[in-house]
């Protein structure tokens, strides 16, 4: 084949030129590929046989956007303006051939063709706002001309891949190929639009599916919104919306200039640089640098869980979820029953929300069997502890499930905390012991932290990774530590934020701090949430701390209707002078002097020291690499992806002004701040830690 450039082939079939794209692995906008497209379609223009031109896709996909990794790097090559105005002022009809998914800038190339073809399980979209972006290639100006603006708007703001058929009934695809046929189909769809002499279709001048909606101030204002809560804190969903209004409302010309303003603002701004740092940091955590990708992994085709509480019951789901027949024990009838009634309403309730369907419910429940003893799980290929986080009972688990469970199983503890080679030094197999942590609730959090013992063997760790794509899990291997790394950088948060409480600051200055930050929940709603009363007895109490002295007051939480706050009959919660004089009382009697707390010293003493435990944690090893532990906070605790996860967000406030703070605090106010060996040696030796 006549090749353009090495990512690009031009070859012409009987009147129709076929430009060819074959850029592995997403055939992403790179220089190369811009290139490859100007002159392609040049050439066929030029070329006096050529009718029509086809643009075609080689490998998984056809072009997923522009070349994330190019942002932020010097121009090259000509621009992607240049190759669309190219395409579109084509005296020849253009078509687009559409297979995998045509996201981002690739839809944009797509919307300047003047006709698009695709197979059936193709998918489009303009997903830029999950990177902090908007689509800054006329998308936000095109795509409203083809579906209008309540559609286009909620697909620039849900980032979503649509599937071909909707796209097909809302006419962002003029036909549907054959799933196998794509490149014959599209050249008979070429040839039909040159024989039939079909209009060169021009999006850009289509005004007819967005007049009705000028000067419609309420569709904006109701779908800004309809879409509040889920965005809070995120900048690229309102300018996705400002673009769609000024489709609206402004000429075409006009529109691309304010689309043109807010995409350089998003792309040069800290939001979109952490969400693309999270892109590639949700791809990097797969990695494990010495376990190859070709690593044997075990078909995991049933699971065993053993305990039906909380964890036990969401940890099955996700099996459940994805048709592996789950096996759960309990050690009596009762705790079974109700370990089994939770999930069947924990799925009633989807199926209520029209998530999934009431067959599906069934089907699901079909695939769980309660049993009262460990030895029913003998023939598993996955086993998961799920009991309390009590060291005894766990050694004693697994010494038994090392006589039960079948050669070659692998046996997992969802501990958070606990010590996973002592766990495993209880069987014969401590190669085929993992920890897998799953976070509550485990049906719906996204993040796994995989424990890699000891001895735990590459290939169990290669497969607890595979299970986990499975059902859905992204998951970060991380060492033996107390807390792993999710927890041991919580406990930091916890500890500051308790004491901050003692100092001045009150439960809910610092949950609004944390809020305001963009984390869903501050510590102290959270322990409401939790239940104060978690490891506290009545009879022990003996008022030392102020969580003592809460309890002592009945306040539990939100079970109890109060806790840190007072919660009215629906839960809403609200500051509570009760607390503040119990706080005042308890502080007076200990003569500590309460003080003045600003929002910025509440935020500094919260999330610095998680930074240092984060150096701490990858000095010793205990995280592959610091993107990895951002990925636990974002999945795991809520942190806000638009400021990277603690460590991007340490890189943002400068590691050299968190080191200078810690030293200062560490003289004011202790040992606890004193910093990590790694961190100074970072900021002495201007290490990139995320290279
Ligand atoms: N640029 C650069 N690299 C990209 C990329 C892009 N747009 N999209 C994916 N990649 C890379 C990934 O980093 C990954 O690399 P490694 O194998 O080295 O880890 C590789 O391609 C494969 O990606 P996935 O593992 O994600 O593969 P998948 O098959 O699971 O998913 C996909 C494929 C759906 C295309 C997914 O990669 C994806 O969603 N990509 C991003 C799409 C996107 O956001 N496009 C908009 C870009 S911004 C834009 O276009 C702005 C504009 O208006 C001009």
Known sequence: MPAINEVTNLEIESNIAVLTL?????????????????VGV???????????????????????????????????????FEVQDMIEDSPKPVISAIHGTALGGGLEVALTCHYRIAVPSARCGLPEVNLGLLPGAGGTQR????????????????????????????????????EENLLADAIKFATTIVEEKRPLVKVRDNEENIKADKGNDTLFTDFRKSIARRTRGFLAPEYNIQCIEAAVNKSFEEGLKVERDLFTKLVTGTQSAAQRYVFF???????????????EVSEINSVGVIGAGTM?????????????????VEQNQERLDKGLAVIRKNYENTANKGRISMEDVETRMGLITGELSVESLNTQDLIIEAVFENMKLKKEIFNKLDGIAKQGAILASNTSALNVNEIAAETKRPEDVIGLHFFSPANVMRLLEIVRGEKTSKSVVASSMSIAKRIGKIAAVVGVCPGFVGN?????????????????????????????????????AMSDLAGLDIGWSKETSKGETLRDVLCEAGRLGQKSGKGFYLYDENRVKSPDPEVEAIIRDFAEARQIRLRDISKEEILERCLYPMINEGFKILEEGMAIRASDIDIVWINGYGWPVYEGGPMFYGSLVGFDKVLDWLN?????????FAP??????VVKENINIFA
């Open 281 to 295: 940091s949700e791809r990097q955590v797969n990695k494990i640098p010495d376990i190859p990708r070709e690593t």
């Open 488 to 524: 041991r950088i919580l406990a930091q948060r916890q500890r500051e934020a308790n004491k901050l409480i003692l100092e001045g600051a009150l439960p809910w200055d610092i949950d609004d701090a944390l809020f305001d930050f963009g984390f869903p929940m501050g510590p102290f």
């Open 22 to 38: 074959n850029s592995p692995p997403v055939n992403a906008l790179s220089a190369n590929v811009r290139e490859g497209l100007h």
């Open 42 to 80: 040049k050439q066929a223009i030029e070329d006096e046989d050529t009718k029509a031109i086809v643009l075609i896709c080689e490998g998984r996909t056809f072009i997923a956007g522009a070349d994330i990794t190019e942002f932020g790097q010097a121009p090259k090559g000509p621009s992607l």
């Open 312 to 328: 036990g019951g969401g940890i099955s789901m996700n099996f459940a979820n994805v048709g592996i027949p789950v096996t759960i």
């Open 676 to 681: 990590s060996p790694y961190l100074e040696k």
């Open 143 to 178: 795509l409203p001309r083809i579906v209008g603006a309540q559609k286009a708007l909620q697909m620039v703001t849900s980032g979503q891949h649509v599937p071909a058929k909707q796209c097909l009934e809302m006419g962002l695809v003029d036909e549907l190929a054959n």
């Open 664 to 672: 200062k605090m560490e003289k004011e106010l202790g040992p606890e």
